[in-house]
């Protein structure tokens, strides 16, 4: 689990310093304010640390680096991920399980990475960024785009998630001949094997009404919804935008991309969703989050943070908070108070509005 970030000139970032981070992370903001840059600045270092090593890749981590960054950012090169407004240098830095991993960018840039420090041992896990957009739709132009002609557009956040989408899922772990057994006083209480654990992923599959599968013949998605013990597919076009995101989580938990030590990065789990959806999702990752899985989430709904903040309370969990205010962005925890941001203030400021209309 990632236990902190520390960020300097890092594009539109000025300076972060986030320390004590949990398994359910928020930040929060306006749009534009850095909540998805500052994911992806994350993102790009945990993915460094799990290519790293991984299998026979001979490729030195700092090469890796500064692959993933401009593949992610894609600016017009990685030295203008520096700060233009500042002339010190870029700066990187967190702890994973205690291990620092860091670096920086300095300037003028060399096309390189100076001041490393990895003491992460080589990660056999996988985190993800699952994107605001569902990518089911387009899945096949982000591997052609990418894989095959090597073109600027889809950044590796959307990459690799259709590259993990690729695996094809083994038989669920607890099917309905094994599922008394997990009742039993013999089952884990903790990870993948755990009750709750299965049962979240359960009712992934139960909130969007079915599952998604590739089928080879055609080579396309297919959202698969049984009823009447008769199975009915349909084509991703025909499926909602809400009911895509969700069961890409599901596909990704089902095929064994994602365990209990993977880290998840969700940029705007609201967009697409309907509240009651919205409710239930933060539901299942609190779930997920309790068994080992990190998340980072982005987002500006007053729903999302208000959910949170329930869950918190009810859990006793601590959910740190980054929240963009003015031209700083300030730490709180929703185990504790709620924060005070714009987005908050809005939504106070209408219910207010609401009340006053009421009693006139």
Same mark, same amino acid.
Do not use: M
């Given at each position: 689990m990632i236990n902190s970030v520390q960020l300097k000139n890092f594009g539109p970032l000025t300076e972060i310093d986030w320390q004590n981070l949990g398994s359910i992370n928020?930040? #929060?903001?306006? +749009?534009?304010?850095?909540?998805? *840059?500052?994911?992806?600045?994350?993102?790009?270092? %945990?993915?460094?640390?799990?290519?790293?090593?991984?299998?026979?890749?001979?490729?030195?981590?700092?090469? #890796?680096?500064? +692959?993933?960054?401009?593949?992610? *950012?894609?600016?017009?090169?990685?030295?203008?991920? %520096?700060?233009?407004?500042?002339?010190?240098?870029?700066?990187f830095g967190l702890t994973l399980d205690g291990h620092k991993f860091s670096y920086k960018l300095t300037k003028p840039f060399r096309n390189a990475i100076d001041g490393w420090i990895n003491d992460v041992p080589p990660r056999k896990d996988n985190s993800i960024f699952l994107p605001a957009?569902?990518?089911l739709s387009f899945y096949h132009i982000i591997l052609k785009s990418r894989q095959q002609?090597?073109?600027?557009?889809?950044?590796?956040?959307y990459l690799d998630l259709a590259r993990a989408l690729q695996i094809s899922p083994g038989k669920d772990f607890m099917d309905a001949a094994t599922r008394e057994i997990w009742i039993s006083d013999n089952s884990p209480k903790s990870g993948c094997g755990s009750w709750d654990f299965q049962q979240a992923t359960s009712n992934l599959k139960g909130l969007i009404g079915g599952e998604i599968n590739y089928d080879e013949t055609t080579n396309r998605w297919y959202f698969e919804h049984e009823e009447f013990n008769k199975k009915e597919r349909y084509a991703m076009g025909a499926t909602a935008e809400g009911i895509k995101k969700i069961?890409?989580?599901?596909?990704?938990?089902?095929?064994?991309?994602?365990?209990?030590?993977?880290?998840?990065?969700?940029?705007?789990?609201?967009?697409t969703l309907h509240p009651e959806a919205i409710s239930t999702f933060l539901n299942i990752i609190a779930i997920l989050a309790k068994?080992?899985?990190?998340?980072?989430?982005?987002?500006?709904?007053?729903?999302?943070i208000k959910k949170l903040f329930l869950i918190a309370q009810e859990h006793k969990l601590s959910i740190p908070v980054?929240?963009?205010?003015?031209?700083?962005?300030?730490?709180?925890?929703?185990?504790?108070?709620?924060?005070?941001?714009?987005?908050?203030?809005?939504?106070?400021?209408?219910?207010?509005?609401?009340?006053?209309?009421?009693?006139?």
């Open positions: 928020l930040v #929060i903001g306006n +749009n534009g304010c850095g909540k998805s *840059f500052l994911l992806k600045a994350i993102y790009s270092a %945990v993915r460094t640390l799990e290519d790293f090593k991984r299998g026979d890749n001979p490729d030195r981590p700092d090469h #890796i680096l500064l +692959n993933k960054l401009f593949w992610t *950012f894609q600016a017009e090169g990685v030295g203008n991920l %520096v700060s233009s407004s500042s002339s010190t240098d870029l700066l957009k569902e990518i002609d090597q073109l600027l557009g889809f950044d590796d956040t069961a890409v989580l599901d596909r990704l938990l089902k095929n064994g991309y994602l365990n209990e030590n993977s880290i998840i990065f969700i940029d705007e789990p609201e967009s068994h080992g899985i990190q998340f980072f989430i982005a987002s500006h709904s007053y729903f999302v980054l929240s963009k205010e003015g031209e700083s962005w300030q730490q709180s925890n929703l185990l504790h108070d709620f924060p005070d941001n714009p987005i908050i203030d809005e939504s106070i400021r209408l219910y207010e509005q609401e009340v006053d209309l009421a009693f006139r």
